[in-house]
């Protein structure tokens, strides 16, 4: 369901490792989920997508995967650079049905 | 492509007064436009949801003679805050969607700030 974090969990990695950021989700019957990445004082973008037909999404330098079993998700950010560094939220949805709702998102703080 | 540009993105007014945001779609038909507020450190949290020709659908706890929201067309829509009050600053983000399962695509926030 919907959440708001009242804390923002951080991640520190350092520059050139890999990156991992997980999601727990809510509701069995979300069949499409979003990351999005927030830099600070911007609105989020989208970095990936991926629906509940498949498992295992990559894109460039992310993939994300989902686990529907444990109602998990993650994203994992290779070679992160420092440009990586921001706030993290997992969004999903219900098809049909115009709303998203959002984790309470990681921030990730990569080390030089 | 999906870019949507919101304005102004920083307001600093006088107690009581009204201000207008603008969200608009530059490359795509948003038949469904999100709008959110965001305090320090947290979640995006949902205010309302409208769709184009519709009235907005407001979430639990948010006024709606407070917010006013109007999605005339199918690349804009606006939120006016009436009588705004300073516990009405705030981040506020509009997102867009297109038809079908697809991603929403957000602005770049409103920074208000009232004095």
């Known amino acids: 369901g919907e959440s708001v974090g009242l804390h923002l969990p951080t991640l520190s990695v350092q520059e050139g490792d890999n990156s991992i950021i997980n999601c727990a989700y809510s509701?069995?019957?979300?069949?499409?989920f979003i990351w999005y990445k927030q830099e600070s004082g911007k609105g989020p973008q989208f970095i990936i997508d991926?629906?509940?037909?498949?498992d295992k999404r990559q894109g460039q330098r992310v993939t994300v995967l989902l686990n529907k079993t444990v109602k998990h998700l993650s994203l994992q950010i290779a070679a992160t650079q420092p440009g990586d560094s921001a706030v993290y939220f997992c969004?999903?949805?219900?098809?049909?049905?115009?709303?998203?709702?959002f984790g309470s998102g990681t921030k990730l703080n990569v080390k030089p | 492509g999906a870019v949507v540009s919101q304005h102004p993105s920083r307001v600093i007014c006088k107690s009581g007064t009204s201000v207008k945001i603008e969200c608009r779609s530059l490359d795509f038909q948003a038949t469904t436009m999100f709008w959110y507020r965001q305090f320090p450190k947290q979640s995006l949290m949902l205010m309302a949801t409208s769709n184009e020709g519709s009235k907005a659908t407001y979430e639990q706890g948010v006024e709606k003679d407070k917010f006013l929201i109007n999605h005339a067309s199918l690349t804009l829509s606006t939120l006016t805050v009436t009588s705004a009050h300073p516990e009405d600053s705030s981040f506020y983000i509009c997102?867009?969607?297109?038809?079908?399962?697809?991603?929403?695509?957000f602005g770049d926030g409103t920074r208000l700030s009232i004095l």
């Open positions: 997102s867009a969607k297109a038809t079908g399962q697809q991603p929403q695509h």
């Open positions: 969004a999903e949805n219900i098809d049909n049905f115009n709303k998203f709702y």
């Open positions: 991926i629906r509940s037909n498949m």
């Open positions: 509701n069995s019957a979300s069949d499409y």
